[in-house]
T-cell receptor, first 114, second 109 residues
Framework: DSGVTQTPKHLITATGQRVTLRCSPR?????VYWYQQSLDQGLQFLIQ???????AKGNILERFSAQQFPDLHSELNLSSLELGDSALYFC?????????????FGPGTRLTVT | GQNIDQPTEMTATEGAIVQINCTYQ??????LFWYQQHAGEAPTFLSY????GLEEKGRFSSFLSRSKGYSYLLLKELQMKDSASYLC??????????FGTGTRLTVIP
């Protein structure tokens, strides 16, 4: 158990809909990262927050957005969902903001868009 | 752009030694991670290299050559539970973590 929690574990929704994925980092960690992992694809970095502020952006679509709240939990919002958005979405946390900090991954949210 | 190459799949026998290679071309380099990921589960940290050389941690060792853009993960005394995907990830110049697509290792009896 990494100490990172993600809810929900599974999500099934229809095309065009909007969903929110939630992540709580390990106690004491200030950075939260979001990743997308599609079948047979590597982990794609989406976005990073550090202490409430956006710190880095990866291949995140404009239909997707995220935020980190004062209690450091984070939410990833996915809208106008398409079939291709079906994937495993991981949240990770680390103590600091540099890339050399070990990231601890949550169990993931499996999103299925039908 | 960023590029990381790893073999897609490998098979090895229980008790043996296996070496998983990773070559990378990235915009800047600030270190390299190896993660293990069992199917459908979260990646878990194995090792971190930022300087050239070999880092040993129990049955697992990781090697880095920055001049060659090359790393390998060495797994000794393979166990059935080592069947998993092994992800090579580079910390780029922008301090982001860029993952390769991973190597799926199958350990057979």
């Amino acid at each position: 158990d990494s100490g990172v929690t993600q809810t929900p574990k599974h999500l099934i929704t229809a095309t065009g809909q909007r969903v929110t994925l939630r992540c709580s980092p390990r106690s004491g960690d200030l950075s939260v990262y979001w990743y997308q992992q599609s079948l047979d694809q590597g982990l794609q970095f989406l976005i990073q927050y550090y202490n409430g502020e956006e710190r880095a952006k990866g291949n995140i679509l404009e239909r997707f957005s995220a935020q980190q709240f004062p209690d450091l939990h984070s939410e990833l919002n996915l809208s106008s969902l398409e079939l291709g958005d079906s994937a495993l979405y991981f949240c990770a946390s680390s103590l600091g903001t540099g890339g050399s900090y070990e990231q601890y991954f949550g169990p993931g949210t499996r999103l299925t868009v039908t | 752009g960023q590029n990381i190459d790893q073999p897609t799949e490998m098979t090895a026998t229980e008790g043996a030694i296996v070496q998983i290679n990773c070559t990378y071309q990235t915009s800047g380099f600030n270190g390299l991670f190896w993660y293990q990921q069992h199917a459908g589960e979260a990646p878990t940290f194995l090792s971190y290299n930022v300087l050239d050389g070999l880092e040993e941690k129990g049955r697992f060792s990781s090697f880095l050559s920055r001049s060659k853009g090359y790393s390998y993960l060495l797994l000794k005394e393979l166990q059935m539970k080592d069947s998993a995907s092994y992800l090579c990830a580079v910390v780029t110049g922008a301090n982001n973590l860029f993952f390769g697509t991973g190597t799926r290792l199958t350990v057979i009896p």
